[in-house]
């Protein structure tokens, strides 16, 4: 009663990205279905989802194993495997994937270089189809295009029962907040009318809030800009002082706004500000201004 994709980007800055994209009609799908780790693949375990094919599948993927070779041993070791579903991808993009004989219909995937998608009560065949074209068409980093190949599965039929979660993980090496962990991009929807339409939109400020070094825009703050940032600082409670320029007030007052608003990791300590950071300073502002 899902649909999902697997795939890996070994291009990724500053290092290969693996990740799982998936949405179905079950509540929270994102606890069930995606299982990544950096350096090993990423695994999706549906249908009547063995939640222990997740970790096991990792641990074999992390001992080495191919994509093709733990989907068997998960599979062969499993009385129930004709119920289960499964997609997977290995640490160096190989991907397999398994639908068992009493999956509900239609129920299938199909594979291609370094990605799985799979499903199972779906619309149909064009489900998976449409989201293996639109990953191979889709251009820019990992999560977009998982993001692009699950919105065309979606708009395809998808889940044939209806709408209701979905999920969105990756995985890269030191990819997590403050770099002590893999877990780049972990994000739920776990109950929504739109819940793949929702996640794009979750992932859009997941982009405001923990930018790629590439992303990053600098602008110098001159006379004119600290001006204006001292004027919106203040319209947004934040006590800039009456200087010029960007002087020690203005700075603490725009850290300020950094931290309270989640944007520090846009902060510069140079006479600098991010153009996302101005952009939503300029947005609130903008709004109480319209309130006031």
Known sequence: MTFSIAAWDPNADPSPEWGIAVASKFLAVGSAVPWVRAGAGAVAT????????????????????????????????????????????????????????????????????????????????????EMAEAFEKERGELAVRLLGALAAGDEAGGDRRGRQSAALYIARDEGGYGGGIDRAVDLRVED?????????????????????AEDLEFLDIGEDLAAELRALLSDTGHDAGTGEGFDDPLKAALFAFSGTENLEERWSDEATIEREVLEHLRSLAGGRRSLD
Not at 193 to 210: A, I, K, N, Q, T
């Open 192 to 212: 929504h009318p739109r819940p793949v339409s929702e996640l794009s939109r979750l992932f859009d400020m997941h982009r405001l809030y923990f930018p790629r």
């Open 46 to 129: 549906q249908a009547l989802a063995n939640l222990s094919y997740g970790p096991n599948g990792l641990d074999g993927l992390a001992s080495g194993g191919t994509a093709e070779d733990v989907v068997r041993a998960l599979t062969d070791a499993d009385p129930d495997s004709k119920q289960r579903q499964l997609g997977i991808v290995d640490a160096t993009g190989r991907a397999a994937n398994f639908t068992g004989s009493e999956c509900f219909a239609w129920a299938g995937g199909v594979t291609g270089d370094g990605y799985c998608c799979q499903g199972n009560i779906l619309t149909g065949p064009d489900v998976v189809e």
